[in-house]
């Protein structure tokens, strides 16, 4: 754990040359107390990448360096820093993150899985939400801007959760600016519960949660009231339909007659609240399978 978030450890041992670091990557399993100076590491004209396979960096700064045409596969980076670190044309496959500081990094032309960075920052830390937004942000950009898909919706989900979070770090603790009670409110609670009820239109199983979870309470509704809602059939008689006795396979019939509108129940309330749980229900299915589509769209079509 770094003792100051924006500085190394200790006396960190320091490389002027990309010769001196690569001898000592060649070398060692685990690169660490390192403070990398030039600007720039890249591979030589004769060799078109750099490639850097199951190595592990413990509190090494690449802060303020271009990164270009390196391959890293199966690499943990903990204690690092890439405060202003560019990483262009790089390949980071099945890598670690955890603790970097990633604060002002630049993401172009870069092949990165976003959840390399799921256990980079604290959860709870919220102080630190303003680069976890920036580094998603980047991841974002970085994915639509290589038609990477899969990584673009992870990215902006997380980008999405990371910025509820800046939104208490503002209002608690006056980081990066202070908001009033009324801001925080605004942005915070409409945030929280996109992201817990509909997953920001990203995550479909946060959709199938919502939608059983309405589906019992509608059930139950049913349920309890079947006898105020003064039922009646439509065109013709239905074998499990007793207007005065409750049935289960009556109650699901028209529970997902009104939810879904994907069967045709027969089932008909007369009554004036029989109609309003109607139109409740037959609202709330609505707007959730209008979410459905949203998610489906960013799984499939974007």
């Known amino acids: 754990m770094l003792n100051n978030f924006f500085s190394l450890n200790g006396t960190p041992n320091e490389i002027s040359s990309k010769t001196d670091l690569m001898n000592i990557i060649l070398a060692e399993d685990e690169i660490k107390d390192i403070l990398f100076r030039p600007d720039i590491l890249k591979p030589k004209k004769d060799h078109p990448r750099i490639k850097i396979e199951r190595k592990s960096f413990n509190n090494v700064s690449f802060s303020k360096t271009i990164l270009k045409n390196i391959d890293f596969t199966s690499c943990h980076f903990e204690d690092c820093l890439f405060i ?84 208490r770090s503002k209002y608690y603790y006056k980081k990066p600016y202070p908001i009033t009670t009324a801001e925080f409110y605004i942005e915070f609670i409409p945030n929280y519960i996109n992201r817990k009820v509909f997953g920001y239109g990203l995550r479909l199983r946060n959709f199938c949660y919502t939608f059983v979870a309405f589906f019992c309470i509608s059930y139950i509704t049913n349920w309890i009231h079947w006898k105020d809602y003064g039922m009646h059939e439509k065109d013709f008689p239905i074998y499990s339909f007793c207007p005065k006795t409750f049935d289960f396979t009556a109650n699901f019939y028209y529970t997902v007659d009104v939810m879904t509108q994907l069967v045709d129940s027969q089932f008909q309330p007369s009554s004036d609240y029989g109609m309003t749980m109607l139109t409740m229900q037959g609202v709330t299915g609505f707007v959730l399978f209008s979410f459905l589509i949203t998610v489906l769209i960013n799984r499939f079509v974007k």
């Open 84 to 167: 202003g670190t560019t990483l262009e044309n790089c390949k980071f496959r099945q890598c670690t993150f955890q603790n970097v500081n990633t604060h002002e990094i630049n993401i172009k032309k870069t092949y990165i899985n976003p959840e390399s960075f799921i256990n980079n920052f604290d959860k709870s830390d919220v102080k630190k939400s303003n680069i976890a937004v920036h580094l998603f942000q980047q991841l974002l950009n970085n994915s639509r801007d290589e038609e990477q898909s899969d990584f673009a919706r992870i990215s902006n989900y997380n980008f999405k959760t990371w910025q509820g979070r800046l939104s």
